[in-house]
């Protein structure tokens, strides 16, 4: 029965890593998104626009504000806030993002941008860029193998010379989490869905992996989803081991992608790796 199959998924523990991030690849979870992204009222995007601008004015000052002509990735670009702050600051600007919906409205937000859709793993950009960005913490979606095949791509598409920014969670962000489990009935539209649904989360920690799992189970018109969304958190240690194995050897380090200094404690940590091939 359905209340049984809830009950078994609730007390699973999935392998670290063994679930995919389906969350991303749900064209219908996207379109929610957008729209709650795109609703003034909501914190949230206007948050995100302000955050882009800071990010992308910290990088053009690193650059002594010598943007012009610089090519730049942006990878998971999403609707295009930070792609769009690069373009107005002079940079030649690559999108690239799995959600369909979402592409489709920062094409529609700027025809100068060059948008591409597809997997950034599976891509063959047949050329290379001065400056390669990975933003909103998404190096912490994959396994390590996948990780470090994400960090040598990059190097691998990056100039003599060229950056690759990105941040991460610290492993003291969920410092203090435990395994939980909650329950709701949702009445609103909202990300999940648009009529009334059940929705649990499992909350799930992986201390030996510094990896956390955040499984969203909607039970909605007899249909039972499961979105996965895996974060594996990192020390300056591990991340500077990660960045080295690829070939990175010059790193600097912020305590977040619009350039705070770094002080332990912070919940995300950034890294600015320089590709030298001298």
Not at 73 to 86: Q, S
Not at 97 to 108: E, F, N, P, V
């Amino acid at each position: 029965s359905m209340y049984k199959k809830i009950i078994e998924i609730l007390s699973e523990r999935p392998n670290v890593f063994d679930q995919e991030n389906e969350y991303w690849k749900s064209e219908e979870l996207m379109e929610m998104n957008l729209k709650i992204e795109l609703d003034e009222d909501n914190s949230f995007g206007s948050r995100g626009e302000l955050f882009g601008k800071k990010s992308v004015k910290w990088i053009s000052k690193l650059l002594n504000e010598e943007t012009k002509n610089k090519s730049v990735l942006d990878l998971g670009c999403g609707t295009g806030v930070i792609a769009r702050e690069f373009y107005e600051a002079g940079f030649d600007v690559t999108g690239v993002d799995i959600s369909i919906i979402a592409l489709k409205y920062a094409r529609s937000m700027n025809k100068n941008i060059n948008y591409i859709y597809g997997d950034y793993f599976e891509i063959n950009f047949n050329r290379t860029f001065d400056i390669i960005y990975l933003g909103y913490c998404a190096l912490g979606m994959y396994n390590k193998q996948k990780r470090y095949e994400l960090i040598k791509k990059c190097y691998n598409h990056l100039n003599d010379g060229g950056l690759l920014i990105l941040d991460v969670f610290s492993k003291y962000k969920f410092s203090n989490f435990c395994d939980y489990k909650i329950w709701e009935i949702d009445m609103e539209k909202n990300q999940w869905a648009t009529s009334p649904y059940l929705h649990f989360l499992n909350f799930i920690v992986y201390p030996e992996d510094n990896t956390y799992l955040d499984r969203h189970i909607i039970f909605k018109d007899s249909v039972l989803k499961i979105y996965n969304r895996w974060n594996h958190v990192f020390d300056i240690n591990e991340l500077r081991d990660s960045l080295n194995h690829c070939g990175f050897t010059k790193l600097d380090f912020y305590n977040d992608i619009c350039g705070l200094p770094y002080a332990k404690g912070g919940d995300t940590i950034c890294v600015i790796a320089h590709k030298y091939l001298s």
